[in-house]
Nanobody, 122 residues
């Protein structure tokens, strides 16, 4: 069974940057779509970004141009580089793995990490 472990969260001032990492183990990482989702207090978990096998990426409109998802298949790791952070980026961030066609749909991802907290202060 695959396991996903996120790291890199923390407290940062608005306008700052953070890089989240998600280390995967247990199955052939490179074959799957990897996604990042986030959940703010009192809100539903929402799609942030995803990257498929070919390296094609897609983003939520709210983070486009500020966040970059990437993957290192040799290291079984996916990253989320976050820049120009805003207060409304504050949330728990989750890494997820899913089939090729997982897309933006939370329900399509079948494996989740435990989450890492990101807090953006003014």
């Amino acid at each position: 069974q695959v396991q996903l472990v996120e790291s890199g969260g923390g407290l940062v001032q608005a306008g700052g940057s953070l890089r989240l990492s998600c280390a995967a183990s247990g199955r052939t990482f490179s074959r799957y779509t990897m996604g990042w989702f986030r959940q703010a207090p009192g809100k539903e978990r929402e799609f942030v970004a995803a990257i498929i096998l070919s390296g094609y990426t897609y983003y939520a409109d709210s983070v486009k141009g500020r966040f970059t998802i990437s993957r290192d298949n040799a290291e079984n790791t996916v990253y989320l580089q976050m820049t120009s952070l805003r207060i409304d980026d504050t949330a728990d961030y989750y890494c997820a793995a899913g089939p090729l066609a997982a897309g933006r749909a939370r329900s399509a991802y079948d494996t989740w990490g435990q989450g890492t907290q990101v807090t953006v202060s003014s």
